[in-house]
């Protein structure tokens, strides 16, 4: 799979992943018409549907915006040649840079699982812009392009721990990725399919009682030298403060 | 580590001004007035206008006709808030109400129309609010004349009943 028609794919992945997540509301807003605001006369609604806890599920919805970085050293990387078959495999480290890096977004979805203790996945995509030392396949000299040659896609899911401070809120949790992603260039380019272990940590401001502001970083546990991710997300939650404000 | 987040943030300027300014919207933004804090928008409104706090929770009423119930009910607007950052136990099921003629000479005890059987004990979540309406119906015999109507909220929660509090009493509005 090329880079092209992989960055389809995940955009198209991403745009299924957003519909399937948000697609439930629409359809109630579409599919019901509320035909009275008086209990008992209500079709859609019921007491309590917008205030009550009772029986409604702690998730959460979130939309990142993610800069990573991706150490190379140690990390098998595919070469290919667009005009041919011809492919090659080596050690990241060859290509004589230190990291790809991309910035992108993700969708994740999750929810408490019990306590403080939540689990999720995510979705979603990342480009940029990277440059490798040219090098030859099978007589072909692929060098790196310029502009924005770099698309991947994020396969995540996650397991973490939220402590509640009040109006902000600590998380710190695992992030297991797959983030399959191309550096295009001229004739050809390399791609990696690495697997990712992060530990993550992020600082939440509760903006309103059912959404967050925050801040993150996580270190890639198998290239804890290097840096590994940072970015921003915000997060809306079914329940306010996530069911806890303090920890007492 | 020789080299850290800190570090890779820094090492670019306009990527670190991007950073702090994201993050300082994050952090501002929840201040601006009307964006962050309960915005409390639902009520009290001009309806509901007798309250009654009970330790977290907060509760709003007003009585009034309206078109779309039988002639010899009320129309109950039911404001819920909870002023806390932590869910408050509610049972509407608790609050008793009575209506009035205009010398009080005349009571009559009304119950909740709940046919779904919907109104149950619950939890009003954390820093929430939001307003029902409830059809109150009379055991038998008219409304017509009835002008007041008293809710006694003493047992809706534990917080309620430690209090004890009076009666709230409201005019029917037409």
Redesign the interface.
């Known amino acids: 799979v090329r880079n092209g028609s992989r960055l389809g794919a995940t955009v198209l992945g991403v745009s299924a992943f957003l519909a399937l997540a948000l697609s439930s509301p629409m359809a109630r807003a579409r599919g019901c018409h509320e035909v009275?605001?008086?209990?008992?006369?209500e079709h859609c609604t019921?007491?309590?549907g917008?205030?009550?806890?009772?029986g409604?599920p702690r998730i959460f919805v979130g939309l990142e915006?993610i800069?990573s970085?991706m150490a190379l050293r140690g990390r098998s990387v595919d070469a290919y040649v667009t005009s041919g078959t011809s492919t090659a495999t080596f050690d990241g480290s060859a290509l004589g840079v230190r990291s790809f890096s991309t910035t992108g977004g993700k969708v994740r979805i999750g929810g408490y699982l019990f306590g403080p203790l939540y689990a999720g996945v995510g979705l979603g995509v990342g480009l940029g812009t990277n440059r490798f030392e040219s090098f030859q396949v099978n007589r072909t000299l692929l060098t790196s392009s310029g502009g924005i040659n770099t698309g991947g896609e994020v396969w995540s899911g996650l397991l973490g721990v939220r402590v509640p401070l009040?109006?902000l809120s600590l998380r710190v949790e695992g992030d297991v990725s797959w983030v399959p992603f191309c550096v295009s260039g001229a004739n050809g380019g390399v791609c990696l399919t690495p697997g990712v272990l992060e530990p993550r940590a992020a600082l939440d401001?509760?903006?309103?009682?059912h959404l967050t502001?925050?801040?993150f970083?996580g270190?890639d546990a198998l290239h804890?030298?290097?840096?590994?991710t940072?970015g921003?997300s915000m997060e809306f939650h079914t329940?306010?403060?996530d069911?806890?404000?303090?920890l007492w | 580590m020789d080299h850290g987040l800190l570090w890779w943030v820094l090492m670019d300027r306009s990527r670190a001004w991007g950073f702090a300014l994201a993050w300082s919207m994050a952090v501002v933004l929840p201040a601006c007035p009307g964006v962050a804090a309960t915005p409390w928008d639902h009520w009290p409104d001009e309806r509901v206008r007798a309250v009654r706090r009970l330790g977290c929770a907060e509760l709003g009423f007003a009585v009034g006709r309206d078109s779309r119930i039988p002639d010899r009910s009320l129309l109950l607007d039911l404001g819920v808030r909870n002023h806390c950052v932590r869910p408050a136990p509610f049972d509407a099921n608790a609050l008793q109400f009575v209506g009035y003629d205009a010398n009080r000479g005349t009571s009559c005890p009304l119950t909740i129309y709940d046919p779904r059987d919907e109104i149950r004990p619950t939890q009003i979540d954390a820093e929430n609010e939001s307003v029902e309406r409830i059809r109150l119906d009379p055991p038998g015999g008219s409304l017509a004349t009835i002008t007041s109507v008293c809710v006694d909220t003493s047992r809706v929660s534990p917080e309620a009943a430690q209090a004890a509090p009076a009666p709230v009493c409201v005019e029917v509005s037409p």
């Open positions: 009275s605001d008086i209990v008992g006369y019921r007491f309590g917008q205030w009550a806890v009772d409604l915006l800069h970085e009040g109006r401001v509760w903006a309103t009682p502001m925050s801040l970083g270190i804890p030298n290097e840096p590994s940072l921003i329940r306010s403060f069911g806890a404000f303090a």
